[in-house]
């Protein structure tokens, strides 16, 4: 049985991941600060840890976990989303945020694709659309997205330390249908969000291969009418 690691794997996207690949027959893990039970087994974190901390007590457990195994796939979906341009009063604090979410969890995620993917296998990470260009309406979220963009840019080159023949990409959807995207926008058009389980499709298809991508790239995700397009950008 092929295993995976989904890191945010109790968030809204994650969720959705873990319950489609377990539905294919993947043994999942689960690493995020709460445990999904559905998962079949959840490495925690602690977010006020340091960097290394969390780094370090996220690979003593796949230690235990895994054995000699390798992973298929790891999958980072953590994220969140903060508001603000440099003169809000909120500025440093969310920022301090954004890179805690998107950027610590995704350079802990790369930290062990490196020691526990196979080779060939497939490591994604999660970036935004509109991280391709200025946000200054939303500063933090747009650097911390920015640096995951550049990560993956540095994890597909020579010499990054990623197994032999792996591959490293980052979706970078505009809004994804999730429960508290819904709560905190109800008057949204949600033909034009991203569901969940197209994301999770287009993922599968990169892992087996039936759905070619070139290591490195970011893909933008767009929906319209409901209709998803996955482009590398």
């Not at 340091?50 to 007590?57: R, Y």
């Not at 690979?59 to 508001?83: E, P």
Request: charged share 15%.
């Amino acid at each position: 049985m092929n295993t995976l690691a989904i890191y945010g794997g109790s968030g809204g996207l994650g969720r959705s991941l873990v319950t489609y690949f377990k539905a294919k027959g993947f043994r999942v893990i689960n690493i995020d600060l709460v445990e999904n039970k559905e998962a079949d087994i959840n490495s925690l974190t602690n977010v006020n840890h340091t960097l290394a901390e969390q780094g370090q007590q996220v690979r003593q457990s796949l230690d235990s976990i895994l054995g000699s195994t390798k992973l298929a796939g790891i999958f980072c979906v953590a994220g969140g989303w903060a508001g603000g341009n440099a003169a809000s009063k909120a500025f440093l604090d969310s920022s301090e945020l954004m890179i805690k979410q998107s950027v610590n969890s995704s350079l802990i995620a790369a930290h062990i694709a490196a020691h526990y993917l196979q080779p060939g296998g497939l490591l994604t990470l999660t970036g935004a659309l509109a991280a391709v260009n200025a946000t200054p309406g939303m500063i933090g979220y747009g650097v911390a997205k920015a640096a995951v963009h550049h990560l993956t840019q540095d994890l597909a080159a020579d010499k990054s330390g990623m197994p032999q023949d792996s591959k490293v990409i980052s979706l970078c959807p505009v809004t994804i249908d999730t429960p508290m995207n819904r709560q905190f926008m109800p008057d949204a058009d949600f033909s034009s969000w991203t569901s969940p389980e197209d994301i999770a499709k287009q993922i599968e298809g990169y892992l087996s291969g039936s759905i070619k991508v070139t290591s490195g790239k970011l893909i933008s995700v767009v929906t319209k009418d409901g209709q998803s397009v996955f482009t590398e950008v």
